[in-house]
């Protein structure tokens, strides 16, 4: 499995949009890359995930390079609810096992 | 659709015990995952369940056991407790086998003394 590599801290002004890289230079072609985030004592939500087409829902928009060599989670507005450990991590679609592999993840930390 | 539960939420237990934590997925997952979280190691995965069948486990000593059973309910065992088993423990439902599209629950807070 590919490995991921995020900074491990960021600040964001609330309002603003927040955008944290992911660089994933090893990614094959058929892993995708998948976003969660941790925020205090509660467990990991999924945020969104993509293969190399640019993907967006109700949480986030997904920006991956055409090298698909990086990505980018952009949270459009940030809010102080949005201050959390974000994960990226790159697997096959589906495969035989679900396994999660969790980095340390970039700590962001949305200011008012 | 209620989300994924995991009971009980808070467990103090001594050395030398063994503990049973409990996990229902959301309504329609048949696919259950069970991750430890500690300080020191971040998110580990522990084992995952599909179809009450283990289909896979992670590098964790035997004493760490999981089922399912057929409403796809799953529970996880910790036998002989350590100290360094104290953690936070997870647990994921999905919709089907392998999915990395996982739904966590708010976890179960494991001290030992």
């Known amino acids: 499995d590919a490995k991921t590599t995020q900074p491990p801290s960021m600040d964001c002004a609330e309002g603003r949009a927040a955008n944290l890289p992911c660089n994933h230079s090893t990614i094959s072609g058929n892993e995708y890359v998948y976003w969660y985030r941790q925020i205090h004592s509660q467990g990991p939500q999924y945020i969104i995930h993509?293969?190399?087409n640019n993907e967006t829902n109700e949480m986030a928009s997904l920006i991956i390079t055409e090298d698909r060599k990086s990505s980018t989670l952009i949270l459009p507005h940030a809010t102080l609810r949005d201050t959390a450990v974000y994960y990226c991590?790159?697997?096959?679609?589906?495969?035989?096992?679900?396994?999660?592999?969790f980095g340390q993840g970039t700590t962001l930390q949305v200011k008012p | 659709k209620a989300g994924v539960t995991q009971t009980p939420r808070y467990l103090i237990k001594t050395r030398g015990q063994q503990v049973t934590l409990s996990c229902s997925p959301i309504s329609g997952h048949r696919s259950v995952s069970w991750y430890q979280q500690t300080p020191g190691q971040g998110l580990q995965f522990l084992f995952e369940y599909f179809s009450e069948t283990q289909r896979n486990k992670g590098n964790f000593p035997g004493r760490f056991s999981g089922r399912q059973f057929s409403n796809s309910r799953s529970e996880m065992n910790v036998s002989t407790l350590e100290l360094g088993d104290s953690a936070l423990y997870l647990c994921?439902?999905?919709f089907g086998q392998g999915s990395y599209e996982q739904y966590f629950g708010p976890g179960t807070r494991l001290t030992v003394t």
């Open positions: 991590i790159v697997r096959v679609g589906t495969g035989n096992t679900g396994k999660l592999i």
């Open positions: 993509g293969l190399k």
């Open positions: 994921a439902s999905s």
